[in-house]
């Protein structure tokens, strides 16, 4: 049976997207640019370079950051 | 600035600073408010943090849309981390932004106060050198912590005025002053600040520079606070290197006591 989807959790919650996905493909369908976000996957960071050949797999815990004001 | 005579830039890490006053970019009303007041406060070295996108979108996207690296020095920082770990995992998530190599680390050690855990800090601090990072690190105005952190490498050692967001002044000066006289690398009072007049002071015992972030935001004129920082840095400065009198507890007349009319000539 094909796997469609797959269950990851994002920014700390949990959430389903289309197996195949890479990581830029997710990033592509929340509207955000790759230059404005860090990407930690499982704890680790993600390099820019990695983004298109990186899928998404079932279980990983991805972190979408980027800077905010601060003091 | 054309106006400071005494002055000279100052060196810190592998960059030249002309501006002593470094802002942060917390806790504007809006985004075009704190633009507006940075640019006002002169500073060339800003502040930012390392947070979640909110995929909700209910709050205003990243600051990247608004502050331009090209205009400003943005400094990464770890606010909010109370561990080293948490504050290394910061620190590369805001490297791999891609702006540069510095952090302002923060490890805060107690909720109450936000005073630093120096312990944590100092752990930190020794990672992070080690793994290529240029380090400002925030502290307590503690001259021994302040020590190890310049022996750990960092580029700058910041103590705290007084705790971050309680607009106190400087309450500890001759802990500040001696921090200064004993390291070579820049001293950055970080935090406590909380009118020009706690600026002028901070910068009277002799540090390097300033960094504030509540007192701009927080005044009911950003733009106007952020003017008058930018001129009691200099003033403060500029009076740090003209050298103060000495005080005394006592009256020492202005004019000459001779020649008073009516008088004896003695």
Same mark, same amino acid.
């Given at each position: 049976?094909?796997?469609?989807? @797959?269950?990851?959790?994002?920014?700390? &919650?949990?959430?389903?997207?289309?197996?195949?996905?890479?990581? !830029?493909?997710?990033?592509?369908?929340?509207?955000?640019?790759?230059?404005? @976000?860090? @990407? #930690?996957?499982?704890? &680790?960071?993600? !390099?820019?370079?990695?983004?298109? !050949?990186?899928?998404?797999?079932?279980?990983?815990?991805? #972190?979408?950051?980027?800077?905010?004001?601060?003091? | 600035?054309?106006? +400071? *005579?005494?002055?000279?830039?100052?060196? +810190?890490?592998?960059?030249?600073?002309?501006?002593?006053?470094?802002?942060?970019?917390?806790?504007?009303?809006?985004?075009?408010?704190?633009?507006?007041?940075?640019?006002?406060?002169?500073?060339?070295?800003? $502040?930012?943090?390392?947070?979640?996108? /909110?995929? /909700?979108?209910?709050?205003?996207?990243?600051?990247?849309?608004?502050?331009?690296?090209?205009?400003?020095?943005?400094?990464?920082?770890?606010?909010? =981390?109370? $561990?080293?770990?948490?504050?290394?995992?910061?620190?590369?998530?805001?490297?791999?932004?891609?702006?540069?190599?510095?952090?302002?680390?923060?490890?805060?050690?107690?909720?109450?106060?936000?005073?630093?855990?120096?312990?944590? $800090?100092?752990?930190?601090?020794?990672?992070?050198?080690? %793994?290529?990072?240029?380090?400002?690190?925030?502290?307590?105005?503690?001259?021994?912590?302040?020590?190890?952190?310049?022996?750990?490498?960092?580029?700058?050692? +910041?103590?705290?005025?007084?705790?971050?967001?309680?607009?106190?002044?400087?309450?500890?000066?001759?802990?500040?002053?001696?921090?200064?006289?004993?390291?070579?690398?820049?001293?950055?009072?970080?935090?406590?600040?909380?009118?020009?007049?706690?600026? =002028?002071?901070?910068?009277?015992?002799?540090? /390097?520079?300033?960094?504030?972030?509540?007192?701009?935001?927080?005044?009911? %004129?950003?733009?106007?606070?952020?003017?008058?920082?930018?001129?009691?840095?200099?003033?403060? *400065?500029?009076?740090?290197?003209?050298? *103060?009198?000495?005080?005394?507890?006592?009256?020492?007349?202005?004019?000459? $006591?001779?020649?008073?009319? /009516?008088?004896?000539?003695?």
């Amino acid at each position: 049976m094909t796997v469609h989807f @797959v269950s990851i959790v994002l920014n700390g &919650k949990s959430r389903v997207v289309r197996n195949g996905l890479t990581v !830029a493909g997710l990033l592509d369908d929340l509207e955000l640019h790759p230059g404005m @976000v860090v @990407v #930690e996957r499982n704890r &680790k960071i993600m !390099a820019r370079e990695s983004l298109q !050949a990186t899928p998404v797999e079932e279980g990983d815990r991805i #972190e979408l950051v980027h800077f905010v004001g601060g003091g | 600035m054309t106006d +400071m *005579r005494g002055d000279l830039p100052f060196a +810190m890490g592998d960059h030249t600073f002309t501006s002593r006053l470094i802002v942060g970019t917390g806790k504007y009303r809006t985004n075009d408010e704190m633009v507006t007041a940075i640019r006002a406060s002169g500073a060339e070295m800003v $502040t930012v943090a390392v947070r979640r996108v /909110d995929l /909700d979108r209910r709050r205003e996207e990243g600051i990247l849309h608004h502050l331009s690296p090209e205009e400003f020095f943005l400094l990464p920082n770890t606010a909010g =981390c109370y $561990t080293a770990e948490d504050a290394l995992r910061y620190a590369r998530l805001g490297r791999a932004a891609g702006l540069n190599d510095w952090v302002k680390l923060e490890v805060i050690g107690d909720e109450r106060t936000l005073l630093p855990d120096t312990a944590a $800090t100092l752990e930190a601090a020794v990672e992070l050198v080690a %793994d290529g990072f240029k380090v400002m690190a925030y502290t307590n105005d503690d001259l021994i912590t302040a020590m190890r952190l310049e022996d750990a490498g960092c580029v700058a050692v +910041m103590p705290l005025a007084s705790p971050i967001g309680s607009g106190l002044g400087v309450v500890n000066p001759y802990y500040i002053r001696e921090i200064k006289r004993r390291l070579t690398v820049p001293v950055i009072v970080d935090a406590g600040v909380g009118t020009a007049s706690d600026a =002028c002071v901070t910068m009277e015992q002799g540090v /390097d520079g300033v960094l504030m972030n509540t007192a701009i935001a927080a005044a009911s %004129d950003p733009v106007g606070m952020a003017r008058a920082m930018k001129l009691a840095v200099l003033a403060g *400065r500029e009076a740090y290197l003209a050298g *103060r009198m000495a005080a005394r507890e006592i009256a020492v007349p202005s004019s000459p $006591t001779t020649g008073m009319l /009516d008088r004896e000539h003695v």
